[in-house]
């Protein structure tokens, strides 16, 4: 499978795919009441702009609800992006405004949680001081997504992979679908006439003499 190219996104398609990864998330209208004992793990409640904040990036609130054997909780996140796939370069401290303090815009905001999701990863002194901060905070969190964890998310939504990816997507679509004819050959392969096989290889792209019939005999 092909790695999602996230350098041909500028920084507001990057933020905009952001969003529609959390809005892919969301609760349906209908399960607003919805109990307890009826979630799995964790969904998204709600997301809306936040405006943009101290170091120049747009910014996201992300509620978000979990539960346990016993009640749920909801978590309010404040999620912001950095994007610099295109130079390839990892985020640091420096990437922010020097008087950015992460604990204070999350208070800045009313929220419980901050999100920050890059494009690339995050240097290692960016990684100690959310660690640090994670650490010295808690109940709060402070949670750093990397490209790849973008890429897992995005794969997970099939709207989202055909919004920003749309070559990728159609390529994907392709492989399935071939897969599904080559199995489908396989299984009923000595059912049909070699014309129908023939065509079916057209549609994979392939010589006739590649199919196989379930008795291992091959056709043409």
């Known amino acids: 499978m092909a790695l999602l190219d996230l350098s ?119 990684q100690s001081r959310f660690d640090k901060l994670a650490s010295a905070n808690a109940p709060r969190r402070f949670v750093i997504w990397d490209a790849a964890k973008v890429g897992e998310e995005i794969l997970r939504h099939e709207k989202v992979m055909r919004q920003f990816f749309p070559d990728e997507y159609q390529r994907q679509q392709k492989l399935i679908e071939s897969s599904r004819i080559e199995t489908w050959i396989r299984q009923y392969g000595g059912a049909v006439s070699e014309d129908a096989k023939a065509a079916l290889s057209s549609i994979l792209n392939t010589d006739e003499t590649s199919i196989t019939t379930d008795e291992g005999e091959t056709g043409g």
């Open 8 to 126: 041909t996104l500028t920084d507001e398609q990057f933020e905009d795919l952001v969003e529609a990864i959390f809005r892919a998330k969301l609760l349906p209208s209908s399960a607003n009441g919805i109990e307890s004992t009826d979630l799995t793990n964790y969904a998204v409640i709600s997301v809306s702009r936040s405006g943009r904040g101290p170091d120049h990036g747009r910014a996201l609130l992300v509620t978000t609800i979990s539960t346990d054997c016993i009640a749920p909780q909801t978590t309010r996140w404040l999620v912001q992006c950095k994007h610099k796939a295109v130079s390839g370069k990892s985020v640091g401290p420096g990437d922010f405004a020097e008087d950015f303090g992460f604990n204070e815009i999350v208070s800045q905001h009313d929220a419980n949680g901050y999100l920050l999701v890059c494009s690339t990863r995050p240097g290692t002194r960016l």
